[in-house]
């Protein structure tokens, strides 16, 4: 399996077997593709592509055979926690995270990753700083 990345594209939605639902076009909103288009499959992703990058890197001991070492993070959990350490790196709301993550409970997003949120104290202080710093009057 590779991963093709593609550009923002239209794709006809398939019933299971393979014709298409009405014709309708339905808009998907993915960056990395399958060979035939649809979505990465999360087993494929690790095991032919995660876990032999982590073993090239000397992360995990190469495979055996075909059969790669454990890794604490697979390929899509990891790529989506990187993801949203970014976003909320660089500010990005919790509210927006959920949406963007497609949770439906913004609780959830801030249970999950409110340790990736180690600068907010510093933001705050500074913040906090600026609004309580006296002003330079003049005359």
């Not at 592509?49 to 604490?72: D, Q, Y």
Request: proline letters at 7%.
């Amino acid at each position: 399996m590779c991963l093709y990345p593609t550009p923002w594209q239209r794709h006809y939605r398939s019933t299971s077997n393979g014709s298409r639902a009405n014709g309708q076009p339905v808009t998907r909103r993915l960056i990395f593709t399958g060979p035939n288009g649809g979505h990465v499959w999360r087993t494929p992703l690790n095991e032919d592509h995660w876990k032999p990058a982590l073993a090239k890197a000397g992360v995990i001991p190469k495979a055996k055979s075909r059969e790669h070492a454990a890794a604490r993070e697979h390929g899509m959990h990891a790529l989506r926690h990187f993801y949203a350490s970014v976003l909320l790196d660089a500010g990005e709301s919790i509210k927006a995270l959920a949406e963007y993550l497609g949770h439906s409970d913004p609780g959830l997003t801030l249970k999950v990753y409110a340790h990736l949120m180690p600068s907010s104290r510093d933001r705050a202080r500074k913040a906090l700083g600026r609004a309580l710093k006296p002003q330079d009057h003049m005359g």
